[in-house]
């Protein structure tokens, strides 16, 4: 996977910056419990919605389990409908294959649809390194490369912004780019959206090169599909000449009839609507230079650290993912430290688990992103394909600590336990030891009892970090075992009843 966001510190250090920024928590709050309330009335129209969550669950399963087959069965699907599969092992091989096919064109320019996978690689800053101009084209994407920002929420990049900011970058960035902004430009939604139609327009008209992800691919079919909610998308599918998708391979579903159960939970979970204002799909090539749709179509299958999460059994149901961001918008955390804390284009309690599969947890911001989470549950009771985050997050965090072996690229690798833990290690061995001896755990409990009242409220030395922000838990005057025996519990046993 392409790096992290560069000279981003480990999710505490970032999150700690992240909760001082007032404007920023308003901003998140407001949107996030917009979006959530309305994803909550949404889904109560729907009286299957279990069985849709399950069913989607299956779907995902049974593909990764069969992924080799089905995505084979889609390379032929596209190949026979005109287009060109290219397979990248990594983000760079996919930034030189799209490289490759952009200059082929001898266009300098592309527009795109919005797209996680290509945030992935890096294939922006891969274009621009070789001359080549890569336009954003949805709103928010927009918004995020005017102002030279990073992508903060997988639904709403922009949601750390507020209309008053977004005007500001609009009347300062635009003519840099291309239409400057209308004069007197105001902060209401109708303007702002107005002056992005006008400044994109001319970007669409002239653009011979289009570059996508995709929500889905259907292997039956050779199909790719969109679902968007502003028409840019459609726009950047059916207007140039060439049209180039990087999709991350976990992405394929085996059949129609299995993309009919992504169309209904899919869009009641991340925008909150029954289907999506724009549903685009594509079947290879057109021949007709007056028909909609690319007359070159190249479709590039992006692993990148797939294939190696796959391989734990685990951590692999992260890749069921539909990209939602129904679990930003109910994580406390989240709510609070936003988006950048993460590190990765992929935030939030999904985040926390996909990139450090992805990525690896060498690194000390992909080493803290399994502990960005409370583990309250939440992400996994809102997950359309029951993702259970807080299982994955548990696993990873033993993975940091512990070390062991994983699959990188192929190759088996030992992972060293995360410098840091060397405490929590100590005190879980020394648990063990104790829970072990139920005489030496009586005795132990008894002497916490017995010294309760010079216990100190935080711990000391590399436990301060941990009770910085807690209380430590009050010892009891009389452990359990104790209170049990002289009360009508102990009674009750000793005399048989």
Known sequence: MSGTFVGMPAFPEAAREAVGNKTLRANLRHATHTIRDKRTKAVAELDDWAQLREAGRRIKDETLRHLDRYL????????????????????????????????????????????????????????????????????????????????SHILVPAIHRNRGEIRDIFAREMSEWGRPAPDGLTDTPAELAEAARLHLREKFLRAKVGVSGANFMVAETGT????????????????????????????????????????????????AERMNPYTSMWTGTTDAETADGPRDFH???????RTDTLADEVGRQALRCIRCSACLNVCPVYERAGGH????????????????????????????????????????????????????????RERVVQGGEVTRNGTKVTLRPARGHAAERAAMRAAGWAFGRPGALRAGQRLASRTRRLHPRTLPGPGRAWSATRDLPQVP?????????????????????
């Open 72 to 151: 084979l069965q889609l390379e032929e699907s596209v190949t026979a409908a005109g287009g060109t599969v290219h397979w990248a092992a990594d983000a760079d091989e996919a930034n030189r294959i799209v490289t490759r096919l952009v200059k082929a064109t001898g266009e300098s320019e592309v527009v795109k649809v919005k797209s996680m996978a290509t945030q992935e690689i890096g294939l922006n800053e891969a274009l621009e390194a070789e001359g080549i101009s890569a336009y954003e084209t949805d709103l928010a994407e927009l918004i995020v490369q005017l102002g030279k920002d990073r992508p």
């Open 224 to 271: 790719l599909v969109v679902v968007e909610s502003e028409g840019n998308g459609r726009m950047c599918l059916t207007l140039p000449e060439t049209l180039i998708s990087v999709v991350g391979i976990e992405k394929v579903v085996p059949t129609w009839r299995d993309l009919e159960v992504f169309l209904q939970t899919l869009p009641r979970s991340s925008t």
């Open 299 to 305: 479709l590039v299958l992006l692993d990148n650290g």
């Open 341 to 396: 804390a993460y590190g990765s284009v992929y935030p939030g309690p999904i985040g926390a688990i996909l990139s450090p599969q992805l990525r690896g947890t060498q690194s000390e911001i992909d080493a803290s992103l399994p502990y960005a989470s409370s583990l309250c549950g939440a992400c996994y009771e809102v997950c359309p394909v029951a993702i259970d985050i807080p299982e994955v997050l548990v696993h990873l």
């Open 477 to 497: 005057a009389e452990p359990f075992r104790d209170w049990w025996q002289r009360t009508e519990g102990g009674r009750a046993r000793r005399s048989g009843k």
